[in-house]
């Protein structure tokens, strides 16, 4: 039987450069949620591939740590 190839989105954000690694820090405990990528470390654009069917988890995550991440805070 062959496995199927898992589908993941990607979603683009925004944060504050210096917020990278603990964002990271706080994804990698949540293992096989996302992937985490910087696409612009200088203006803080990141990149997160997540499997589809995790988007509530991540996105109730994300909103938590909103504040903390934040570019405008």
């Known amino acids: 039987m062959k496995d199927s190839p898992r589908c993941f989105k990607e979603l683009y954000l925004g944060i504050a450069p210096s917020r990278f690694h603990f964002l990271k820090f706080i994804l990698e405990g949540y ?3 996302t992937m985490l990528s910087s696409v612009n470390g200088k203006t803080g654009i990141v990149c997160l591939r997540y499997p589809v069917g ?3 988890t991540l996105f109730e995550l994300l909103s ?3 504040k903390k991440i934040s570019k405008y805070t």
Do not use: I, K, V
């Open 31 to 33: 293992d096989g949620l």
């Open 54 to 56: 995790s988007e509530r």
């Open 64 to 66: 938590s740590l909103a």
